[in-house]
């Protein structure tokens, strides 16, 4: 699979929607590679704020997802999810039979699948005159 990296995060809103059967999040994870980083800064020096979006891709049970979502980091250069509860995925979840992940489950599976996931390092302070815009390709 190759995903364009010029994708913005949110265009994942515009993806067809994927229906999979159960699986667990964590094994999920292991296939899903970074496309694309924003990142963004508020303010001067010590006082800096930085935040942006990132955006996860993969291809499970033939069909091609994504997970995208906010980010800040916060005092002591701990990067962390702007808002947990607002991940944006075109991936929806056949659990218990024939029965659809209501939105409560739905956004729990993704927050373990975003746990999983090594995203953080990706976000580490980039060093002098380095662009804070960064894009991945992924090829699989």
């Not at 010590?46 to 996860?56: E, K």
């Not at 033939?62 to 999810?81: F, G, H, N, Q, T």
């Not at 607002?86 to 991936?91: A, C, L, T, W």
């Amino acid at each position: 699979m190759t995903v364009t990296t010029n994708l913005p995060p949110w265009a994942v809103t515009s993806m067809p929607m994927v229906w999979l059967d159960d699986c667990d999040p964590v094994s999920a994870a292991r296939n899903f590679r970074l496309v694309s980083v924003t990142a963004h800064s508020d303010g001067a020096g010590s006082d800096t704020v930085r935040h942006g979006q990132v955006l996860w891709a993969s291809r499970l049970q033939r069909s091609e997802v994504a997970v995208a979502w906010d980010w800040v980091e916060l005092p002591r250069k701990i990067i962390a999810m702007a808002d947990p509860m607002q991940i944006v995925s075109n991936i929806q979840i056949r659990h218990e039979g024939d029965r659809w992940m209501n939105e409560r489950q739905r956004i729990l599976w993704l927050n373990d699948l975003v746990h999983a996931l090594p995203w953080q390092a990706d976000l580490a302070l980039p060093s002098p005159g380095q662009r804070l815009l960064t894009e991945h390709r992924l090829a699989a």
